[in-house]
């Protein structure tokens, strides 16, 4: 059974906000929601991590409501190369329950 | 610190053969992981080490793959009797334990299996 689910893909423009939601219905009181980044032919790069309400960094918002069933990835005015695969993982950062789904494939438009 | 490096970067094998590949993550991580991915799937769990410790390993790696960390530093994965179906990006990561825990990944070593 998935943990998350999330949209295949997204189209968006320069300057845009962009926001992928994920859905975890079956997260746990001690899941962390945390979202990784990838580029084709990297490996994934921690963008944000969260437990609830909002957090924002450098990067991206995170915004978890109350019941924490799902959390929104906010990207502020993306550009051309905010275009990546965009990951939600709920659970403990390490380990076989560690999951990536397929992600989310962003692809900015000029 | 350069961060967590992979070698090799591409690696083309024969049907049959062993490969054995090398991560060298960031100094002072003490947690290490493998990962293999396909095009268009997410990276999934192989094994991981806290320190020398192999602590877990997924339930459908087959035997014929093994990891070490002989000294809690460098990793290495070796896939015996290689398989087409073992073509893939083999990634590794290592992090810091604690409640805000990161992987830091590198760049991954690319196999193809002919």
């Known amino acids: 059974l998935a943990k998350t689910t999330q949209p295949i893909s997204m189209d968006s423009y320069e300057g845009q906000e962009v926001n992928i939601t994920c859905s975890h219905n079956?997260?746990?009181?001690?899941?962390?929601i945390t979202w990784y980044q990838q580029f084709p032919s990297q490996g994934p790069r921690f963008i944000i991590q969260?437990?609830?309400t909002k957090v924002t960094n450098e990067v991206a918002s995170l915004f978890i409501p109350a019941d924490r069933k799902s959390s929104t990835l906010s990207l502020p005015r993306v550009s051309l190369s905010d275009t990546a695969v965009y990951y939600c993982l709920v659970g403990e950062n390490y380990g076989q329950n560690f999951v990536f789904g397929p992600g989310t494939r962003l692809s900015v438009l000029p | 610190d350069t961060g967590v490096s992979q070698n090799p970067r591409h690696k083309i094998t024969k049907r049959g053969q062993n490969v054995t590949f090398r991560c060298d993550p960031i100094?002072?991580?003490?947690?290490l992981y493998w990962y293999r991915q396909t095009l268009g799937q997410g990276p999934e769990f192989l094994t991981y080490?806290?320190?020398?410790?192999?602590?877990?390993k997924s339930r459908l790696l087959s035997d014929r793959f093994s990891a070490e960390r002989p000294k809690g530093s460098f990793s290495t994965l070796e896939i015996q009797r290689t398989e087409q179906g073992d073509s893939a990006m083999y990634l590794c990561a290592s992090s810091l334990p604690g409640e805000r825990e990161e992987q830091y990944f590198g760049p991954g070593t690319r196999l193809t299996v002919t």
């Open positions: 079956n997260i746990a009181t001690n899941d962390y």
């Open positions: 080490f806290q320190n020398e410790a192999q602590l877990e």
């Open positions: 100094s002072e991580h003490n947690r």
């Open positions: 969260g437990y609830k």
